[in-house]
């Protein structure tokens, strides 16, 4: 039996709507840095490209059988770093724009920047322990980040620093271990928060950079 073609419309209408509804990609989360503390007062000037190297931060850790029942739980890291980055550089900067790859110095001319800011991180194996207290569990969780931070100008380096951040969570899990996965990920954001304000403040307290920009 057909359709009135009215009917056929609306139909069609509304399968176009659920088929873009189911192909829309949700926004991610927003994030929030602490206060970057620099011994300026006034940002820094000029626009900088900022790039995050590639990395693998990612991992799971599985629990012991008698504490979260041999649960898998994982450590996301990679997709937030450069937004928590995005986050704790415009505190300190006229105007940072992130960039999806790591820019040849012809691009940062091109492109009409001051310089590239590069920060890679590498995860050190997170610390993640388990105990069974009666009908729960406590999740002690430590992840461990080391960073590097490097400015390049149109001509030259400007600064390096290398640092370490720490990012820790304890947790009542729950019976069911529900509230695991929540520990682990306020340990990671921890983490994340401390690389964001360092490299920011290390950029901020740059000699450097400000007179390399002041002089143009």
Known sequence: MALHPVLSRAFSAAALLAAAACASVPDAPPVSVPEVVSAYTQKVPGRWALAVAPH???????????ACG????????????????IEGFRQIADDVTPVDHVLS?????????????????????????????????????NLMLSATIDVSGRNRPLL??????????????GIVCQNGQGGIGRAAASALQQIAVDAAGAFADSADIRLVVASR
């Open 56 to 66: 693998q931060l990612d991992s799971t850790v599985e629990a012991p059988e008698l």
């Open 105 to 141: 110095p012809d691009e940062v001319r091109a492109g009409g920047y001051s310089g590239q800011i590069l920060v890679a991180a590498s995860a050190v194996a997170p610390n993640v322990s388990f105990a069974q207290d009666g009908l729960t569990s406590h999740v002690h969780s």
């Open 70 to 85: 041999g649960m898998t739980f994982a450590v996301a890291l990679d997709g937030a770093m450069q937004r928590y980055l």
């Open 160 to 173: 390096h620093h290398a640092f370490t951040a720490s990012g820790i969570s304890n947790v009542d899990a």
